[in-house]
């Protein structure tokens, strides 16, 4: 089967935070398991690059809007090398096959589009225009360090508003799947109220860093229209093969910020082309930092690298994939991460893992004898991810964890060893009781492959030739308790 997942494409105005780790490590467990079961996989991420707000980050730096996103993007691509996100592909806004089918798009919607003035705010920190009924009324004062453009320009309009029932409908009857229930309700009641015609390009006097739309060189393209059609370019729509044989998305994961823009209006695009609506949305919560917003003026900014570099990948992984919760805003504290790193990841899994090797080199000269992988029923994790509730699906793998570690207390191996001379079958117990140790940690392994891909290669590499291959020191070394200074702004 074909399998195409995609993350939303930051906004590179700013350095990449733990939101966007989140998010990448979120959708590359989903591309990994889907490799593991066997599917052709498309895994696209990127970054959206035009808009009114990197021209002003680009002239405050004193440098053009196009190095400011080459600059940026590319420590986009760093962090996600730093956590072993498996894309295929990253797009950038900026890209002119991108560009060009941005147009080709426009093109195909024209029946829905047309040009009237606009008379309204415009909020440029979300890049969005902003209507009167849900403008913040102290937003709209000069004086306030946010506040809206007051704009009156003449802008191409997208005929949101007749497609309103039509998306209605299909997120009802669930064949555009809304997750979780609070996200699918919270755009249903917007719906509700009924989607207003929304405004997608702005003067070129007033901003030329965009597309171009086509026929008007007056006008480009509203950064997040554009932005949205990422999803479709990047497969080579309209006449690429991956587009045919890759579109619908099964899954495409967002931050609840831009639920509106992933659960209408994007929708709208579509059905005004024409073309089949991703399978599913996922829609996750915000991080904040011991119980606290992240902000600069609050000089509470935890960046990735500052994690990673203390603790590593996969441990990072595994905080954010099990202790955020999937449905839900998450918390993010040092002390809560070196517990779960020192408790489950060192003291559980980690024991678990040296424990085994361990008695197998001490009684048996390292040969682990006949095993097989154990077989608990792993319905429930893969429901989990498909349900993109990795929290959960973390939860059932360490049942089995602590299941075996459990196991290990009561089979007691090594009052078994003991008894060998006296008792000729007490060998006998011993390997298959260590074979038995051996088949749930390669199993554990197997299930860990989409969440702690590294940490699964190490633990199949110790056990899967029959004969023991010693981890050299272990696999998650007790971490100190002294924080990294706070990131520098």
């Known amino acids: 089967m074909n399998y195409y997942v995609t993350t939303s494409i930051p906004y590179v105005n700013g350095e990449p935070h733990v939101g966007h780790a989140l998010e990448f490590i979120m959708t590359d467990v989903l591309a990994r398991a889907a490799r593991q079961r066997g599917d052709n996989v498309i895994f696209t991420t990127g970054s959206d690059e035009h808009g009114t707000k990197n021209v002003q980050t680009a002239e405050r730096m004193g440098i053009t809007p196009q190095q400011l996103v080459d600059q940026m993007s590319s420590r986009f691509i760093s962090l996600m090398q730093d956590l072993n996100i498996s894309n295929d592909r990253f797009i950038r806004t900026t890209d002119k096959d991108h560009e060009r089918r941005a147009q080709i798009i426009w093109k195909a919607l024209e029946k829905d589009i047309y040009k009237a003035k606009y008379v309204g705010w415009y909020d440029v920190k979300e890049e969005e225009f902003v209507p009167e009924s849900k403008a913040d009324p102290a937003r709209m004062k000069a004086d306030h360090p946010q506040a809206y453009q007051k704009l009156e320009e003449e802008n191409y309009f997208f005929r949101l508003s007749s497609y309103t029932e039509q998306i209605k409908k299909v997120i009802t009857d669930g064949s555009f799947r809304v997750v979780p229930d609070t996200r699918r309700n919270e755009i249903l009641a917007v719906l509700k109220e009924g989607l207003e015609d929304i405004s997608i390009s702005r003067p070129k006097e007033k901003l030329d860093w965009g597309v171009p739309v086509p026929g008007d060189k ?4 509203y950064v997040w229209f554009e932005a949205l059609m990422n999803y479709i370019t990047v497969l080579g729509y309209p006449e690429g093969d991956d587009f045919k044989n890759f579109w619908p998305a ?11 823009f992933h659960a209408a209006i994007w929708p709208g695009i579509l059905m005004s082309l024409g073309i089949p609506l991703p399978k599913q949305l996922y829609v996750h919560g915000h991080i904040t930092l011991d119980g606290k917003k992240m902000s600069k ?6 960046a990735p690298g500052q994690i990673l570099e203390k603790y590593g990948t996969d441990p990072f992984r595994y905080y954010f994939l099990r202790h955020i919760p999937s449905y839900n805003d998450g918390d993010f504290s040092w002390d809560a991460f070196e517990s779960s790193y020192n408790n489950e990841l060192a003291n559980e899994l980690g024991n678990a893992v040296q424990r085994t090797a361990a008695m197998v080199m001490k009684y048996q000269n390292g040969n682990i004898g006949t095993f097989n992988q154990a077989e608990h029923d792993s319905t429930p994790v893969f429901q989990n991810i498909e349900d993109c509730r990795f929290d959960r699906a973390l939860d059932e793998i360490w049942d089995q964890v602590r299941g075996l570690n459990q196991y290990i207390d009561e089979a007691k191996p090594w009052q078994i060893a003991k008894s060998i001379e006296k008792k000729k079958d007490d060998a006998d117990h011993l390997q298959e009781v260590l074979a038995y140790q051996v088949g ?12 702690l891909p590294d940490t699964a290669a190490k633990i199949k590499a110790v056990f899967e030739t029959g004969v023991v291959r010693p981890i050299q020191g272990t696999l998650f070394p007790k971490a100190e308790p002294a924080p990294p200074a706070p990131a520098k702004e």
């Open 250 to 260: 099964n899954v495409q994961v967002v931050g609840k910020d831009i639920l509106r």
């Open 440 to 451: 749930c940690l390669m199993e554990i392994a197997d299930l860990l492959v989409p969440f």
């Open 218 to 221: 007056d006008q480009v393209m």
């Open 297 to 302: 003026s609050l000089g509470n900014v935890v």
